[in-house]
């Protein structure tokens, strides 16, 4: 796996599935919430499936 999530992204998506699941916990949306641990992982392993297929990156390429 080859990191193509940048930090900004990285921030984005770890915030967002945190608010999913809260929003989920706390009765705001239905079980389709828990869809955030989806974000949370991406985040965390800085590698998106989708990305890849797409051949979208949101790092800084490294040229040293």
Do not use: E
Request: aromatic residues 8%; proline residues 6%.
């Amino acid at each position: 796996m080859k990191i193509n999530v940048g930090t900004p992204d990285r921030i984005l998506r770890i915030l967002a599935g945190v608010g999913l699941i809260t929003a989920t916990l706390a009765g705001v949306i239905g079980p389709w919430g828990w869809i955030g641990v989806v974000p949370i992982a991406t985040g965390i392993f800085r590698f998106c499936p989708a990305y890849s297929i797409l051949g979208i990156g949101t790092c800084k390429i490294d040229k040293s």
